[in-house]
Every structure is written in structure tokens, then in C-alpha cells.
């Protein structure tokens, strides 16, 4: 906004005529107008007064260009990084306070700002940075105040890496617990936390849990992605996807059945005999351990229950037996063998 069109905004909240609001002043009414349609300015004596009168600050009557557009914050957080690299980080950091005093409501600014010259000062190896530390402070404050949640939440994460930084793990929780699921991942804070304080167990199992959880996430993408591959039949696709969920599932240490299974649906779309069989055969004789990532030293802190086993057995011999697509195999004495072993499975 401009300071006319602050001006007006705040009057007419105020239930305010322009005469009114001339009289309070101790101008005319065609001053008001000239103000408010950008033809003139208030004179400075008159900007605390006319703060007053509307029940705002200065700060915000002055910020005229509050609401910067994305790309002017885009321009000014690019020539305040190229400064960082060029100048004195002492002469860069005035010049920020200097922006932000000319924009002071613009949160998103000032917090983008603050993640930059907290960031640099380390990178750039600032002799006593820690003098700064109360500005950028209240540079992270200030965003985290602001009414705009998606500003405030990511000024919380800002805060809490600011807190663990300075080594004070209770103020580190307590912006960590104003972090909803669905932006920042607290659970990856509470790794990190777990790992300054020393709890050593605790970080090992919160890593190993978000591998472990992001495992399932990138397949179930992958699975996305191969269905829809399906759908458009881009068989090259599809066999693409399957490719990258064995790799996947072996480099985590997922087990031999998680490796094999991937390929089963396809191979069976595409009747390729010898290889559903092939991979049948894998998952059959892997069943047994298709838990064996609990073996893994990559999951060695994370404690896993046993049930389950059972239903997945009962799941793939109840698909083997009345799967249509798998017509093709009834005759073929391997398949009614992995039939056979399912079954002795289940009754043992």
C-alpha cells in the first residue's frame, strides 16, 4: 500500500469523514484528499499524530510497500547474498537492517534475511558473530510473531536450529513442538535434538525410523508412478519402476522378498511365464524371512512386533489359487509345487 491508501484503509475502519479527520489535525479537508489520492504527503510533524488519530504506528503508516511482490523479495534477497560474498559482512548487515527498517511489516523479507546472514556468518567465518546474535534473533522473532502461519512455522524451524546452535536444547523443544507434521518434519528435529544432547540410542532409532518410514514413502510413490504407467501402458515405464524398487529395496536392506515382489504384477501382465514363476519361486522360499530387515544394521535400535507373517502367506497362496490372470500357469507342475508349499506353510 501506499501511505494514502494507509491513510484511507485506517480512517474509514475508523468510521472517520475526511473533514473529521481535518479537524482533528488541524488541516483542511482537501488536504486529507490530496494525501489519500497520492497527490501530496503529510507533513513529518504530522505523521505521529496522524499514527495516533487512526490507532497505528508509525512504522506501519510509513511501510507503504509492506506487501512486497515475491519477485522484489526475490531481487533483494539476491543482491544481499551477492553482498555477503563481496563485502564486509559488517557493512552487508547494516545494509539488511536498513531494508528492513524500510519494510517493516514484510515478515517474509525479514525472515528470509535472517536465514542469510545467520547462515553466512558461519560460512564466512565472522570474527565474534556472535555480536549479531540478538539481531538475528529478533529478526527470527519478529517472523515468528507473524499472523501468517506458513511465515510463523518456518521461523520456528529457524528458531529451533538457532537454539541448537546456541546449545539450549529446552528452548530447541519448545519451538520443535510448534512445528506441525505437515511442514517441517519434526520427527527429523527430534533426531537432531536426540543427537546434541548426547542421547545417542534415542538419535540412532529416530534416524533409523525416518529410513526406515521413507522407505515406505519413495515405494509408494514408485507404485504410483508404475500404475499410472500401466494405465497409459508405457510398458518401458513401468518396467523402469520396477527396476528402481528392487534397487531400492536392496539398498536398504529391505530383504529378498521385498526385492522380488515388485516385479510379480508385470511379469505377469505381460505373461512372461518363466519369469513369473522365477519370481514366485523367490517369494515363496523368502516368505519365511520377509522380515529379515529386522537383522539389518541399519534397523538395529528399532524394535519391530512379529505379527503379520501369517496374512501374508494366507494372502499370496489365496492370489496364486484364484488369480485369473495366472491362468496360464495351472498346468505347469513348479506352480502347483509353490502352491503345495504355501500350504504346508500354513498348517505348520
Request: aromatic share 8%.
Amino acid at each position: 500500500m501506499k501511505i494514502g491508501e494507509v491513510i484511507r484503509k485506517y480512517r474509514k475502519e475508523k468510521d472517520l469523514t475526511q473533514e473529521q479527520m481535518a479537524n482533528y489535525l488541524g488541516v483542511s479537508a482537501p488536504a486529507v484528499n490530496k494525501w489519500e489520492n497520492g497527490n501530496t504527503f503529510p507533513d513529518i510533524s504530522l505523521l505521529a499524530p496522524i499514527a495516533r488519530l487512526l490507532g497505528i504506528t508509525t512504522d506501519q503508516l510509513l511501510s507503504y510497500r509492506e506487501d512486497l511482490t515475491d519477485q522484489e523479495i526475490g531481487r533483494i534477497l539476491t543482491c544481499l547474498s551477492e553482498k555477503v560474498r563481496q563485502e564486509e559482512y559488517e557493512q552487508v548487515f547494516a545494509w539488511a537492517e536498513e531494508k528492513i527498517l524500510e519494510y517493516p511489516n514484510c515478515e517474509k523479507m525479514i525472515l528470509a534475511m535472517a536465514q542469510i546472514l545467520d547462515s553466512y556468518r558461519d560460512i564466512t567465518g565472522v570474527l565474534e558473530s556472535s555480536r549479531y546474535d540478538g539481531k538475528i534473533h529478533e529478526f527470527y522473532m519478529r517472523a515468528f510473531n507473524s499472523k501468517d502461519p506458513d511465515i510463523s512455522q518456518a521461523a520456528a524451524a529457524a528458531l529451533f536450529h538457532f537454539s541448537l546452535s546456541k546449545k539450549e536444547y529446552e528452548m530447541a523443544r519448545n519451538y520443535l513442538e510448534k512445528i506441525p507434521e505437515n511442514t517441517v518434519n519434526p520427527k527429523r528435529l527430534q533426531a537432531i535434538l536426540n543427537q546434541k544432547e548426547g542421547k545417542r540410542a534415542e538419535a540412532y532409532e529416530a534416524y533409523e525410523r525416518l529410513l526406515f518410514s521413507g522407505y515406505g514413502d519413495i515405494n509408494w510413490a514408485l507404485n504410483g508412478i508404475y500404475a499410472l504407467a500401466l494405465e497409459e501402458n508405457d510398458i518401458r515405464k513401468a518396467e523402469k519402476i520396477v527396476e528402481k524398487q528392487k534397487a531400492l529395496a536392496e539398498l536398504l536392506e529391505m530383504g529378498r522378498y521385498m526385492e522380488a515382489s515388485s516385479g510379480l504384477e508385470l511379469a505377469i501382465l505381460k505373461k512372461d511365464k518363466e519369469t513369473v514363476i522365477e519370481i514366485m519361486t523367490d517369494l515363496v522360499h523368502s516368505i519365511k524371512n520377509m522380515d529379515e530387515f529386522k537383522n539389518s544394521e541399519l534397523y538395529e535400535h528399532m524394535k519391530f512386533s512379529n505379527a503379520g507373517k501369517e496374512q501374508v502367506i494366507f494372502m499370496l497362496l489365496k492370489g496364486l489359487e484364484e488369480d485369473v490372470s495366472i491362468e496360464f500357469l495351472r498346468d505347469d507342475k513348479r506352480y502347483r509345487m509353490l502352491v503345495r508349499e504355501l500350504k504346508h506353510m500354513l498348517e505348520n
